[in-house]
């Protein structure tokens, strides 16, 4: 059975500073991988998605994940992170076709 | 891109009583939706796999006699959860997987269902 990981429940940063969060999956097969943000009160907005290709995929607000096959990971990455970015993140993974399985999310408070 | 809607966005029901919740997909004809479950800071957690003309597949642990889905048409899913109770209170969440893309499903916004 697919699983996801997220280790990091809560992550608090200053402004501008470099954000990496976890996610492992467990899955022996081709898997589909995404990244879900939801800001306070919103509803869920896909980030980024990989499903083949070049390892590392950009997505919207500056985001960037790296799919790595030997380590099943797929971190989520930003380089300089603003107040704006405070949110829920959810890393996600489905197999051929099937549901969509998601991680237990990690809280991002930014420090102005 | 590709929108899903529900409806209602919010509905506060008496302990007891059933709550229909829509969810329609607004550009596109979708096969298969997805109902999910969101706890206050918490994960979605999948209830259900729901099929236009058949019956829906739900996930271990998940009551199919309190929590009915009916996929009547290529747009249109309904989750109706039965006689209520103040546990059910929740954030419910569809999501629609576009007949011509297998591997990604567009999410509606939510029903947030408080039980009284």
């Known amino acids: 059975a697919q699983s996801v990981s997220q280790h990091n429940h809560h992550v608090i940063l200053s402004e501008a500073a470099s954000l990496e969060l976890g996610c492992n999956y467990s899955?022996?097969?081709?898997?589909?991988l995404f990244w879900y943000v939801q800001y306070p009160g919103q509803h869920l907005q896909l980030l980024l998605k990989?499903?083949?290709?070049?390892?590392l995929v950009k997505g919207i607000k500056g985001f960037e994940a790296e799919f790595i096959k030997s380590k099943f990971s797929f971190n989520l990455r930003k380089p300089s992170v603003q107040w704006s970015d405070t949110a829920e993140y959810f890393c996600?993974?489905?197999?051929?076709?099937?549901?969509?399985?998601f991680g237990s999310g990690t809280r991002l408070s930014i420090r102005p | 891109g590709a929108v899903v809607s529900q409806h209602p966005s919010r509905v506060i029901c008496k302990s007891g009583t059933s709550v229909k919740i829509e969810c329609r997909s607004l550009?596109?004809?979708?096969?298969?939706m997805f109902w999910y479950r969101q706890f206050p800071k918490q994960s979605l957690m999948l209830m259900a796999t729901?099929?236009?003309?058949?019956?829906?597949?739900?996930e271990q642990g998940v009551e199919k006699d309190k929590f009915l889905i009916n996929h009547a048409s290529l747009t249109l899913s309904t989750l109706t959860v039965t006689s209520a109770h103040p546990e059910d209170s929740s954030f419910y969440i569809c999501?629609?997987?576009?007949?011509?893309?297998?591997?990604?499903?567009?999410f509606g916004p939510g029903t947030r269902l408080t039980v009284t």
């Open positions: 899955y022996g097969g081709t898997v589909n």
């Open positions: 729901s099929n236009e003309g058949s019956k829906a597949t739900y």
């Open positions: 999501s629609a997987r576009e007949d011509r893309d297998f591997y990604e499903q567009y």
């Open positions: 996600a993974v489905n197999a051929w076709a099937s549901k969509i399985i």
């Open positions: 990989y499903f083949s290709g070049d390892p």
């Open positions: 550009d596109f004809q979708a096969t298969t």
